[in-house]
C-alpha cells in the first residue's frame, strides 16, 4: 500500500498557473492508478482528473478539460496535475488519490493524501 503527500499548493493569480506534485511511498505506485480530487468551502469533494497505471489513459472533469494537465513519473513515483488559467472558483483543497482499478472506482479501499490548499485571487 501507498502513502500520499502532496505538495505545490499557494496562492496564483486568475490567470495564472500552479503544478501540484503527489509523491508516493512504497514500490507499488506503478500498480495504481492516481487521481486529484478537490474540495471547496463548504461543498462535497469532486473529481477533477485521473491517470492509468502506465500514463496512457486520462479522465477529466468537463470544468478543467483544456487547461488541467495530469501526468505520472513511475520512477519517481510522483503524479502530477499542471493547472493552468486558474479561475477562482478553481480555489479549493486539492487531494490526490490511489485506486487499483482502471477506471478507478474511488471506493473505500482508495487511497488518500492529504491535502494541499490552492487559492486563486480575481
Same mark, same amino acid.
Given at each position: 500500500?501507498?502513502?500520499?503527500? !502532496?505538495s =505545490?499548493?499557494?496562492?496564483? %493569480?486568475?490567470?495564472?498557473?500552479?503544478?501540484?506534485s503527489?509523491?508516493?511511498?512504497?514500490?507499488?505506485?506503478?500498480?495504481?492508478?492516481? =487521481?486529484?480530487?478537490?474540495?471547496? /468551502?463548504?461543498? !462535497?469533494? !469532486?473529481?477533477?482528473?485521473?491517470?492509468?497505471?502506465?500514463?496512457?489513459?486520462?479522465?477529466?472533469?468537463?470544468s478543467?478539460? =483544456?487547461?488541467?494537465? @495530469?501526468?505520472?513519473?513511475?520512477?519517481?513515483?510522483?503524479?502530477?496535475? %499542471?493547472?493552468?488559467?486558474?479561475?477562482? !472558483?478553481?480555489?479549493?483543497?486539492?487531494?490526490?488519490?490511489?485506486?487499483?482499478?482502471? /477506471? /478507478?472506482?474511488? =471506493?473505500?479501499?482508495? @487511497?488518500?493524501?492529504?491535502?494541499?490548499?490552492?487559492?486563486?485571487?480575481?
Amino acid at each position: 500500500q501507498v502513502q500520499l503527500v !502532496e505538495s =505545490g499548493g499557494g496562492l496564483v %493569480q486568475a490567470g495564472g498557473s500552479l503544478r501540484l506534485s503527489c509523491a508516493a511511498s512504497g514500490r507499488t505506485f506503478s500498480r495504481y492508478a492516481m =487521481g486529484w480530487f478537490h474540495q471547496a /468551502p463548504g461543498k !462535497e469533494r !469532486e473529481f477533477v482528473t485521473s491517470i492509468s497505471w502506465g500514463g496512457t489513459g486520462t479522465r477529466y472533469a468537463d470544468s478543467v478539460k =483544456g487547461r488541467f494537465t @495530469i501526468s505520472r513519473d513511475n520512477v519517481k513515483n510522483t503524479v502530477y496535475l %499542471q493547472m493552468t488559467s486558474l479561475k477562482p !472558483e478553481d480555489t479549493a483543497v486539492y487531494y490526490c488519490a490511489a485506486d487499483l482499478g482502471w /477506471p /478507478p472506482s474511488w =471506493g473505500t479501499t482508495s @487511497i488518500w493524501g492529504q491535502g494541499t490548499q490552492v487559492t486563486v485571487s480575481s
